[in-house]
């Protein structure tokens, strides 16, 4: 069987960063994220600051694991060889079920609304679109690593200036510039405070969401004892950057008030500054982002189910790799199929909602796996050491029991909360037999009893 080929560089692996995460939330999110905090610009910025500064720390502790083990698989890996093989068989199982697939299905629904604002689409239109999109990014990642990875980064490329031009627009044409004062502070207080301000982390935690996606590949990176400690950082603080300066253009550009009514404040600003012409420009721009990170979640997370197939613990064949291609074709295909499904059957909110709760679970998990790795490693040289440790690990830790916990808490409350939960936790004890029923299906014929 043909082996993956290590063809990812530094620059491919920050553009991957990048385009992974902005996706469709920095043009869809600021303006729900400024409702739920009443209006507070402050309260709205230190939430983008905090979603940023909290990505950087799990990105940190990533590169060091990234490093000190370059395989295929990424943060699959990390569970294993820290906490076992059942621990990241259900991790495994839920990026596929609902982490990577439902990613994907979000975007694809985000990309067929924004199609709608260049060209009219009925429902059937609009659900063609998004499974043809699915079907175009199945294509180009069937046929090579490289040729996926170009593609990448040309779109990355792309979104990226556009946002930064955007940006500057909206910021020198803006004419609410005066109103952003005013509302930097914020009535909220107590309990309230709290709550509100946890619930816009859930939102911009989306927008965020995706940077972890990159160790996936780790197994097709070169150099990535140097790649990964300076692409996670590099594209952890441009990311930062990027956000804060397009939510202050939009501020600019609408004022709080308007701002805060906007669910789609890229295009509702770009028009108030620009005209109606601007809103489909923004349409297009979201379009290419989404295409994008779309791409990005295809090119990285079947090679998780590809290190599970590895490991006798998924179907075999999701381990073939293509002998002219160099690409797990079946692992590809299977998760764009399991997506297209997934695009019929829930709203973009609740496809975002599924994500958020049930992958940090296991992105908590993974940072954790750094102190038995460590200890496992003893005093062998590392090739990078997270700055910090053990802090940086045990922020993240910290962090990412809260957004747990606080959806929870949110589910006890809010019946529409508690339906994503529940659903959330039923896919995930599914996979407890899922598990057993592979170690004994894969172990007929084999000797591999292994825990």
Request: overall charge positive; some cysteine.
């Amino acid at each position: 069987m043909p082996p993956l080929v290590r063809t990812l560089r530094l620059r491919d692996l920050l553009f991957l960063f990048i385009g992974s995460v902005i996706g469709s939330g920095i043009f869809l999110s600021p303006g729900p994220i400024l409702m739920q905090v009443n209006g507070s610009v402050g309260l709205s910025m230190l939430v983008w600051v905090t979603g940023g500064v909290l990505s950087l720390l799990g990105a940190l502790t990533y590169a060091e694991l990234a490093a000190a083990n370059p395989e295929a698989g990424g943060l699959y890996c990390y569970i294993r060889d820290g906490f076992g093989r059942l621990p990241a068989f259900l991790y495994g199982w839920c990026l596929f079920l609902v982490i990577s697939a439902a990613t994907v299905a979000a975007l694809a629904r985000a990309f067929a609304r924004y199609l709608a604002e260049v060209a009219p689409l009925t429902a059937s239109e609009s659900n063609a679109a998004a499974v043809l999109m699915i079907a175009v990014v199945t294509v180009v990642n069937i046929r090579g690593t490289r040729q996926s990875s170009d593609l990448q980064n040309w779109t990355t490329l792309v979104k990226g200036g556009l946002v930064v031009v955007l940006s500057i627009v909206l910021l020198a044409l803006g004419r609410h510039g005066g109103e952003i004062i005013p509302a930097v502070g914020t009535k909220l207080h107590g309990g309230e405070l709290f709550s509100n301000f946890s619930l816009a982390m859930i939102a911009v935690l989306w927008a965020y969401e995706g940077w972890q996606f990159g160790t996936y590949s780790a197994g097709e990176v070169i150099e990535p004892q140097r790649a990964f400690p300076r692409a996670f950082l590099l594209g952890s603080l441009i990311l930062i950057g990027l956000y804060v300066v397009a939510v202050m253009g939009y501020l600019v550009a609408l004022g709080p008030a308007t701002a805060s009514g906007s669910d789609a404040i890229a295009a509702t600003a770009a028009t108030a500054v620009l005209g109606p012409w601007a809103g489909k420009v923004v349409a297009l721009t979201i379009l290419i982002s989404v295409f994008s990170a779309t791409n990005s979640v295809v090119l990285t997370a079947p090679r998780v189910f590809y290190a599970m197939a590895k490991d006798d613990l998924f179907f075999k064949t999701l381990a073939d790799v293509h002998p002219r291609f160099h690409t797990p074709v079946a692992a590809i295909i299977a998760l764009c199929a399991w997506s297209a499904i997934l695009t019929f059957a829930a709203k973009f909110t609740e496809l975002a909602s599924g994500v958020v709760f049930i992958g940090w679970i296991f992105y908590g998990l993974g940072a954790a796996a750094i102190f038995p790795l460590r200890a496992k490693l003893g005093g062998n040289t590392l090739p990078y050491r997270v700055p910090g440790y053990p802090f940086t690990p045990i922020l993240f830790l910290l962090a990412a029991a809260a957004v747990v916990g606080n959806a929870i808490f949110l589910a006890t409350r809010d019946p529409n909360q508690f339906r994503h939960v529940l659903a959330a936790i039923v896919l995930m004890a599914i996979g407890l037999p899922a598990y057993f029923f592979w170690r004994w299906w894969n172990a007929r014929g084999t000797a591999d009893t292994r825990p």
